[in-house]
Each structure stands twice: as C-alpha cells, then as structure tokens.
C-alpha cells in the first residue's frame, strides 16, 4: 500500500521524473520517501495506540511528555505542558482534567513553589503505556541494531537535520509564490 502511494506522490505525470527533484537525485529522493513512509507509520502506530487506550493524540503526547520529564528528573507543569503541546493554558486545563479523571495523570503540589502544581503519570499508565508500547519499542531497537555501527552517526546526523528543517520557521512562503508567478 506505502510503496505505491509513494511512487503515485513522488512521480510527476513526465517519464517518472520527480515533482520536486532532478533525476540525479534518484538516491537522496528515495531516502526522503523511506523518512516520510516512516512518518506516516509511525502516525498510524500513534493513533492506534492511542484508540487502544481510549485518549487522542494530543493526550497521548501529553501523557508521553509527562513520563519523559520524569525519566529526566524534571518537573512536568501545566504551563510547560501547554507550551510543548503548542496549546492555550485553557486547553492545557481540560486535557489534564480529562487525563486526571481517567487515571493516567495525577496533579501534585509544586516542591518548590506553592502557587504551582505538577503532573506525574499514575502507576496505572506507567503500566499501561509499558504494555501497550513497549513490544514495538523492542523491535525497533533491534531494527536499529542493524544499522552498521559505522553507518548510526550519519543516520543520526540526518534524523537530527530533518527534524530541525521540519520544526525551522517557514519561509514567507505567499511572497516566494507571488515573486515566482511574475517571472
């Protein structure tokens, strides 16, 4: 199902060329499809994850980001919640009542300052999330233990660089559209 969708995306209606790249690209364009069928599967495994644990994607990226700032030894707040979920505090409020009724979030007062609360997840979703995720978490480690060992620094580079191109302001995109129609 990927592959074709792929090929149907990725081609343009002239002899199989590329819309975006040149046919000297054929390499780099084919590790691009490879990043971008992974993004779409990796989606898909979220969503259901997040079906199976009856939450949507923004709460299972809330409850994600609660265990991760555990793991770190850092404080999980409402207001840092709100700023890595890129939502308003007002959304931030519902989500955590949501995730507090359903037993995976527990809010706690602040150690170090009484105005604040933080969230930790509850031993229930710690439970949870490790039965759910951890067998697909496992083979991807194996799969990763495939990649050569001289070969995991230049993949990592280039994970690293996509995801800093991805999250990059864009462009004044309108602007470039306009200036290129007058040429």
């Given amino acids: 199902m990927t592959g074709r969708y792929d090929e149907r995306v990725t ?4 002899g199989g060329s590329s819309y975006w790249y040149g046919e000297s690209d054929a390499e ?8 971008r069928t992974f993004r779409r599967a990796d989606e898909a495994m979220r969503r259901r994850a997040g079906r199976e644990m009856k939450m949507n994607l923004t709460d299972l990226r809330a409850l994600q980001h609660v265990i991760a700032c ?3 030894g ?3 707040t409402p207001r840092g919640l709100a700023e890595y979920l890129a939502i308003s505090t007002a959304s931030t409020t519902k989500l955590l009542d949501r995730l507090v009724a359903s037993g995976h979030l527990e809010r ?11 969230v930790v997840a509850s031993a229930d979703a710690h439970s949870e999330v490790r039965a759910r995720l951890a067998p697909v978490h496992a083979r991807m480690l194996e799969i990763a233990r495939t990649v050569p060992a001289r070969s995991r620094p230049a993949v990592r580079d280039f994970l690293l660089a996509m995801a800093a191109e991805a999250e990059r302001e864009p ?7 306009v200036g290129d129609a007058s040429d």
């Fill in 74 to 76: 850092e404080p999980a």
């Fill in 171 to 177: 462009d004044d995109v309108a602007g470039t559209v």
């Fill in 108 to 118: 706690r007062p602040h150690p170090s300052d009484r105005r604040s609360v933080v």
């Fill in 11 to 14: 081609q343009a209606s002239t």
């Fill in 28 to 35: 780099p364009r084919r590790l691009l499809e490879a990043l």
């Fill in 70 to 72: 555990e793991g770190r």
